[in-house]
């Protein structure tokens, strides 16, 4: 039994964006395209249908279309998932140090590796593991992980927790929620939350930094030298803020 074909908005979008016209693409080779796939978008490509493909694999499992078992499809999307991370931390490795070993390059200098290096050392494991949830972040972080010099360990450790969390979870809770009658008439609109779901991470964090920069007072060290000299020579006792 498959899906109801999707004829509204994401016919409007390009064929191989649609996770059901993928899937049947695959024919007998579903469970392959589909590791390929999330191989893919896990390490050099992130323009592709990560989350809403897991999920409607899970919703195949469920009808029969896939005819394999979840744990099986479970385990597969994960190690995909895992194998693309490791590629991708390999690639920024290695090409990192051609990119950046000129200095007064104008995009890539070394200062950018060294603040790389201190903001994964410092967010890395939640950097790692909620990137697996944000389109296009999951692709870059790999390579960022690599330029930036992250600890192997620390990474891989993470990236295996990310990885199973959304390939394998994601996978599983279509396979659940497969069976239930709104969501097999609303897939869709299921798609469509999943996407906006998986940007509501960056969102979050981007107000979160816009509303530290309103709050924040701005720190200008000549502005403050200056006040302080007026009020030295007027004599004007400082008020503690």
Request: glycine share 8%; hydrophobic share 50%.
């Amino acid at each position: 039994m498959m899906l109801a074909e999707t004829t509204t908005t994401l016919a409007l979008m390009p064929k191989w964006f649609n996770p059901e016209y993928l899937l049947t693409q695959f024919g007998a080779y579903v469970i392959v395209g589909l590791c390929l796939v999330i191989f893919i978008e896990s390490s050099i490509f992130p323009v592709l249908p990560g989350d809403s493909l897991l999920f409607t694999a899970g919703l195949f499992v469920a009808q029969g279309s896939i005819h394999a078992p979840l744990w099986l499809v479970c385990l597969l999307v994960s190690v995909a998932a895992l194998l693309g991370n490791a590629v991708g931390y390999f690639l920024g490795y290695k090409v990192g140090p051609s990119l950046f070993k000129r200095p007064d390059s104008r995009f890539f200098k070394q200062e950018y590796v060294d603040k790389t290096h201190a903001f994964l050392e410092k967010h890395g494991p939640k950097a790692v593991v909620l990137a697996r949830f944000v389109p296009f972040v999951r692709t870059f972080i790999t390579w960022i992980a690599g330029v930036g010099r992250m600890d192997p360990k620390k990474y891989f450790t993470y990236t295996i927790i990310g990885g199973i969390l959304w390939a394998g979870g994601i996978t599983a809770l279509g396979h659940v929620l497969g069976n239930i009658s709104f969501i097999k008439n609303n897939i869709e609109a299921i798609f469509i939350l999943i996407v906006l779901v998986s940007v509501v991470p960056l969102v979050v964090e981007y107000a979160r930094n816009r509303r530290k920069q309103k709050l924040a007072p701005e720190q200008d060290p000549e502005a403050t030298q200056h006040i302080q000299d007026v009020e030295a020579t007027q004599q004007i006792p400082r008020i503690d803020r």
